[in-house]
T-cell receptor, first 110, second 113 residues
Framework: GIQVEQSPPDLILQEGANSTLRCNFS?????LQWFHQNPWGQLINLFY???GTKQNGRLSATTVATERYSLLYISSSQTTDSGVYFC????????????FGTGTRLTIIP | DAGVTQSPTHLIKTRGQQVTLRCSPI?????VSWYQQVLGQGPQFIFQ???????GRGNFPDRFSARQFPNYSSELNVNALLLGDSALYLC????????????FGQGTRLTVV
């Protein structure tokens, strides 16, 4: 099955800072999702982004499918951005069983 | 519109007992998937159901079973609970079973003592 790696594993930033989270995957994918897991465990959808770039407020994401990576940008961080960020891709091409990365734990300090 | 709803939110069981977790998908979604997330790791796929048929099974023992009802809600059953089954169980729904965005419920936190 596909392998998904995320970096960095941990990130501690001051409020207002910008950050870039990376997701590398080992095989071709037809979709990719980014999630934010809040302290209560809820996975919140951030982006559904098989390729290209999308923006939603202070967050944006870029997926370069041919090079097998995706980036999540967070600008002007707020304390509410703290939590674990996961990327997830289908287990195999065309298969919607998601394989999750190991996550990036982001801590925003006031 | 209501999102994906799961019940119960928390559960404590004793080793050897059986547990049933429930999930209601977003209205109009026909696919339900179950994931297990142990502390410090990403979610791991358990089952996927679409139109009441099993579409996939992850690497979990036969103690884990699931089903999907005509209204597309789903149940996950775990028999003969082990301490290692303690985890957050997440349900995801999507419109189709391929090439669509998955939306997750708030999860059921199961503790086995």
């Amino acid at each position: 099955g596909i392998q998904v790696e995320q970096s960095p594993p941990d990130l501690i930033l001051q409020e207002g800072a910008n950050s870039t989270l990376r997701c590398n995957f080992s095989d071709s994918v037809n979709n990719l999702q980014w999630f934010h897991q809040n302290p209560w465990g809820q996975l919140i959808n951030l982006f559904y982004i098989p390729s290209g770039t999308k923006q939603n407020g202070r967050l944006s994401a870029t997926t370069v499918a041919t090079e097998r990576y995706s980036l999540l940008y967070i600008s002007s961080s707020q304390t509410t951005d703290s939590g674990v960020y996961f990327c997830a891709v289908p287990h195999s091409y065309g298969n919607e069983k998601l394989t999750f990365g190991t996550g990036t734990r982001l801590t925003i300090i006031p | 519109d209501a999102g994906v709803t799961q019940s119960p939110t928390h559960l404590i069981k004793t080793r050897g007992q059986q547990v049933t977790l429930r999930c209601s998908p977003i209205s109009g979604h026909k696919s339900v998937s179950w994931y297990q997330q142990v502390l410090g790791q990403g979610p791991q796929f358990i089952f996927q159901y679409y139109e009441k048929e099993e579409r996939g099974r992850g690497n979990f023992p036969d103690r884990f079973s699931a089903r999907q009802f005509p209204n597309y809600s789903s149940e996950l059953n775990v028999n003969a609970l082990l301490l290692g089954d303690s985890a957050l169980y997440l349900c995801a729904s999507s419109i189709l079973w391929v090439n669509t965005e998955a939306f997750f419920g708030q999860g059921t936190r199961l503790t086995v003592v």
